[in-house]
Every structure is written in C-alpha cells, then in structure tokens.
Antibody, heavy 121, light 106 residues
C-alpha cells in the first residue's frame, strides 16, 4: 500500500518560489508509476499540475509549464514540485499523487492528504 | 487542451435516489476517462477508471458508461456517505484535465 505525504512551507511570498516535497512509503519511485501533483484552490475544483515517470519523462499542464518543475530523488524515495513567480492565484491545497502506467487510461489511485500553501506578503 | 464539462454543477437528491452525472469532453478521448469522489477536507478517491471499471473497494452501486466524448456516472441508490463532489478526468492527452465538479447535496 503506497502512502504519500506532502511537506513544505505553508506560506510563500508573492513572486517567490513554492517548493513542496512528497515522501513515498510502501513503494518505490522506480516502480512503473507516474508521480503527480494536483492542486485545488480554496472552494474550487481540481487542477492537474503535472507528472513524472520513473524513466525521466515528464508531462505538465500547458498553462503552468513555464513555471513548474517536477523532479524525483530516488535515493530519498521522494519527489518534488517547484512553482516559480507565484501569485495569489497559486494559493491552493497541493496534493501529491500516483497513478499506474498501465492501463494508459489509468486514474490516480494514491493520494497524499494535501497541504495548503498560501501566497501572501 | 481538452476541456471536460460536467453537468449539472450541483444537484439535490435524497437517500435511495438514482443519481446520474454526465461529463462531456471537447474531443474524442476513447476510453481514457476516470471518475473521482471528493469529500470536504479530504483527497479525491478514484471510483471508476477507463470509463466503466470499478476501482477496488468501491461499492457496486457506482457505475460508469460512455465512449468517445460523452460519459456518465450513475449511483444506483444514493447512500448518506455518497454526498460529496464528483470529478471526471481525461487521460487521453499528456495534460490530464479534470472537469469542474458536480456537488451532490441533500
């Protein structure tokens, strides 16, 4: 049973960089899974941010691609999210998540509990 | 980007009701389609993957159907624990967009 846990600052200043880490337990980042980030602004719907495959492939939401980087640290069995040049619109609960590579249509079957990041001075 | 449009945005129902939520994709997405349930303050939970496959542990009163652009989630007999927000998602493209959500209320 894969367990995911997000960590990182809960408050980021405007124009700064949001950095979050997701610790993975009960599974390995080298498994054939996509390791993902999803966010949810307060009171709003889900927004898919991007994902990272164990072989190095990445996919990003085009609307965020210029500001987002997802990376993994296999030695620590964790993966990370960076969002640069943040504004109040980036205030959200950020979820780390995972979905299997097969079938290709697979949905996200493991989620972290989410962490609220507020962008404010 | 593929846009996913859910309807209705919210609905009121009673325990025991049969509930149907629809999702339309802006283009053909074959069977690259999933449904999630989210309760307040919690992470989403995968209900159905690849249009009609029930995720392990999900009650059989949930079912999914559809193909191409139009998809449906049906709750056969609404239970108290089913009051939540439901999201659809496409995984056809490498930007895996969600619908805007459908809130199921009493």
């Amino acid at each position: 049973q894969v367990q995911l846990r997000e960590s990182g600052p809960g408050l980021v200043k405007p124009s700064g960089t949001l950095s979050l880490t997701c610790a993975v337990s009960g599974g390995s980042l080298s498994n054939r899974n996509w390791w993902s980030w999803v966010r949810q602004p307060p009171g709003k719907g889900l927004e898919w941010i991007g994902e990272f495959y164990y072989n190095g492939a990445t996919n990003y939401n085009p609307s965020l691609k210029s500001r987002v980087t997802i990376s993994i640290d296999k030695s620590k069995n964790q993966f990370s999210l960076e969002v640069t040049s943040v504004t109040a619109a980036d205030t959200a609960v950020y979820f780390c998540a995972s979905r299997p590579n097969a079938p290709p249509s697979a949905g996200i079957d493991y989620w972290g509990q989410g962490t609220l990041v507020t962008v404010s001075s | 980007d593929i846009q996913m449009t859910q309807s209705p945005s919210s609905l009121s129902a009673a325990v025991g009701d049969r509930v149907t939520i629809t999702c339309r994709a802006s283009q053909d997405i074959s069977n690259y389609f999933n449904w999630y349930q989210q309760k307040p303050g919690k992470a989403p939970n995968l209900l159905i993957y690849s249009v009609s496959n029930l995720q392990s542990g999900v009650p059989s009163r949930f079912s999914g159907s559809g193909s191409g652009r139009d998809f449906t989630l049906t709750i056969g007999s609404l239970q108290p624990e089913d009051f939540a927000t439901y999201y659809c998602q496409q995984t056809y493209t490498t930007s895996r967009t969600f619908g805007q959500g459908t809130k199921v209320e009493i």
